[in-house]
């Protein structure tokens, strides 16, 4: 989940401590969300590393300006006011934000909204080598992350306010 409004299915290739890093992604679903600071947009979006470098995903969310939601170190912490710069870069290298500056951006959660407080990262899926044997590993995680009925919820609101005005646009997809 992150904050903004992504349209575009795409690569990041953005180098990491100097190293290949390459990360597909493609948006699922966008929700607009008065409940948060701004009247902001928030994305699901389904990503697919294809390196693995450390904090890989969150990093090159950053680059895009579409942080994660609850990232405190990579500019998407909760509720919070995005400035007009996620972040800064020096060559390839990435920077974490000063932690000070953004906690002066964030507001106070609401209680309903206690769960976007953490990072709002899901693994549905994971696949990997075993070290010794080399045959394939695969993890799938049963259920669904507590934001993503967030999600659901402010579309569904999206949706009786435009029946209500009778503007009716196509549902929500599930």
């Known amino acids: 989940l992150v ?34 600071s701004n009247d902001e947009w928030l ?13 890989q995903l969150r990093r090159h969310l950053q680059h895009m300006q579409h942080p994660i939601v609850g990232d405190h170190r990579y500019g998407g912490g909760p509720y ?7 972040g800064t870069s020096k ?3 990435f920077h974490q934000l000063d932690l000070q500056k953004q906690e002066s951006q964030t507001d106070k959660m ?14 549905v899926k994971i696949r990997f080598p075993h070290p010794f044997s080399g045959k394939e590993i695969s993890v799938a995680l049963p259920g669904e992350p507590e934001w993503l009925k967030y999600v659901a919820v402010q579309e569904e609101k999206q949706w ?9 646009p196509t549902p929500p997809a599930l």
């Open 80 to 86: 919070k006011k995005l400035p007009t710069s996620v």
């Open 3 to 36: 904050y903004g409004k992504m349209t575009e299915s795409g690569t990041c290739s953005i180098p990491i401590s100097e190293r290949h890093a390459t990360t597909h992604y493609r948006p699922l679903r966008c929700v607009r969300t008065a409940s948060l």
């Open 43 to 55: 994305t699901v979006v389904e990503l697919l590393p294809v390196t693995g470098r450390m904090h």
């Open 110 to 123: 609401p209680p309903q909204h206690s769960h976007l407080q953490r990072l709002c990262l899901w693994a």
């Open 160 to 168: 009786q306010e435009s029946k209500r005005q009778n503007q009716l």
């Open 91 to 93: 060559g390839d290298e």
